[in-house]
C-alpha cells in the first residue's frame, strides 16, 4: 500500500522560515494537500493541488512537489503556526494521510 | 457559512455497533462529497470512507471495508457512517470533511467538523 513519510518534528525560531517534507514513491505525479492541525482544534487545509492557497491562508504558506517529494514552507514563521502539519494524495481511491510533522516555533 | 456538525459518538462494547451522522448546511449538499477522517488519541489521521455528491459512490478504506458502510440522504443533507463488529483500534474522534469530489482527484477537504469521539471498549 501506498505509503507518505513525513519527519516526526521540525523546530523553528520566530521570524524564520520553516520545511516540512513529505515523501512517497513518484508523488510528484499526485496532486498533494497539506492540512494544519492546532492542538485540541480541527484540521484546515493550508495549500491544496501542490501549490495552491485557500483563501483566508497567509502568503507565508507556499507549497511545491517534485519527484518523491513534497515540501511546505512557511516563511517568515510566527508563533500562531505553531502547529501539526499533514500532507495528504490520493492512490488506488484511498485518500493516504502522511504521519504528520510536530512544528515548534521557539 | 458552510458547517458540518458530527454526532453519534460514544462509548460501545468491541463487536458492537455505532452509527454516526455528518449534518451540512451553508451549501449545496447534494452536489459534492463527503468524507470520514478518523483520529486515534495521541495519533494521526487516517482516511476512513467518501461519498460522493450525486449518486452517492461510496468508497471505503481497507481497514473498515466490511464493517463500515457509508450513505447519504439529501433531503436531510446528513451523510451516514455505521460501523459495525467495532474493535478497539477503532477508537478515534471522526472527523467529516467536504470535498468538491471523493475517491481520487486533487479537491481538498475543506471544512472540516469538530469531529464525535468513538470508545470501543469493554
Known amino acids: 500500500s501506498y505509503e507518505l513519510t513525513q519527519s516526526p518534528s521540525v523546530s523553528v525560531s520566530p521570524g524564520q522560515t520553516a520545511s516540512i517534507t513529505c515523501s512517497g514513491d513518484r508523488l510528484g505525479n499526485k496532486n498533494v494537500c497539506w492540512y494544519q492541525q492546532r492542538s485540541g482544534r480541527s484540521p484546515v487545509v493550508v495549500i491544496y493541488r501542490d501549490s495552491k492557497r485557500p483563501s483566508g491562508i497567509p502568503e507565508r504558506f507556499s507549497g511545491s512537489n517534485s519527484g518523491n517529494t513534497a515540501t511546505l514552507t512557511i516563511s517568515g514563521t510566527q508563533a500562531m503556526d505553531e502547529a501539526d502539519y499533514y500532507c495528504?494524495?490520493?492512490?488506488?481511491?484511498?485518500?493516504?494521510f502522511g504521519g504528520g510533522t510536530k512544528l515548534t516555533v521557539l | 457559512e458552510v458547517q458540518l456538525v458530527e454526532s453519534g459518538g460514544g462509548l460501545v462494547q468491541p463487536g458492537g455497533s455505532l452509527r454516526l451522522s455528518c449534518a451540512a448546511s451553508?451549501?449545496?449538499?447534494?452536489?459534492?462529497?463527503i468524507n470520514w477522517v478518523r483520529q486515534a488519541p495521541g495519533k494521526g489521521l487516517e482516511w476512513v470512507s467518501g461519498?460522493?455528491?450525486?449518486?452517492?459512490?461510496?468508497y471505503l478504506a481497507d481497514s473498515v471495508k466490511g464493517r463500515f458502510t457509508v450513505s447519504r440522504d439529501n433531503s436531510k443533507n446528513t451523510v451516514y457512517l455505521q460501523m459495525n463488529s467495532l474493535r478497539a483500534e477503532d477508537t478515534a474522534v471522526y472527523y467529516c470533511?467536504?470535498?468538491?469530489?471523493?475517491?481520487?482527484?486533487?479537491?481538498?477537504?475543506?471544512?472540516w467538523g469538530q469531529g464525535t469521539l468513538v470508545t470501543v471498549s469493554s
Open positions: 451553508g451549501f449545496i449538499f447534494s452536489g459534492y462529497a
Open positions: 461519498i460522493r455528491g450525486g449518486r452517492g459512490d461510496p
Open positions: 470533511a467536504k470535498s468538491e469530489s471523493t475517491g481520487s482527484g486533487s479537491y481538498p477537504f475543506d471544512p
Open positions: 495528504q494524495a490520493w492512490d488506488s481511491s484511498t485518500a493516504i
